[in-house]
């Protein structure tokens, strides 16, 4: 039987605008540590550096087993963006889109899937 995991940590510059976790990506020097012999190489596992990555919105379809195709990744036009600010940041508005009329977050360490009440959406 194959089997896999999806690693995550905390998320990245990029990532942050829409969720507090991401896949771990590693750098090939980390993939080689992580599956070589080494005890333990958790210190690979760190955000990835946001420059060079890019993001993009989909279609909801992606959410069902039953498509699977080359379209699930294919870039979708959304509405003018929303700007959202957290509470306490210095980092200023973020843009981002509001899918029917919500924001999802990944909630909190205590509460998960909890809405967020450091969000404040203009």
Not at 2 to 24: K, Q, S
Not at 25 to 41: A, Y
Not at 71 to 84: G, K, M, Q, R, S
Request: net charge negative.
């Amino acid at each position: 039987m194959r089997t896999f995991a999806i690693i995550t940590v905390p998320a990245n510059e990029l990532v942050a605008a829409i969720h507090d976790r991401m896949p771990a990506i590693l750098h090939r020097e980390g993939s080689d540590r992580w599956l070589g012999s080494e005890p333990d190489p958790h210190d690979a596992l760190q955000p990835f550096p946001f420059e060079g990555l890019r993001m993009w919105p989909i279609s909801t379809r992606v959410n069902s087993p039953m498509n699977d195709d080359e379209d699930l990744l294919a870039e979708i036009p959304l509405p003018a963006p929303l700007t959202v600010a957290m509470r306490g940041s210095t980092a200023g508005p973020r843009p981002c889109n509001v899918i029917k009329g919500s924001y999802v977050s990944g909630g909190s360490a205590s509460r998960p899937g909890a809405p967020r009440s450091d969000l404040t959406v203009s």
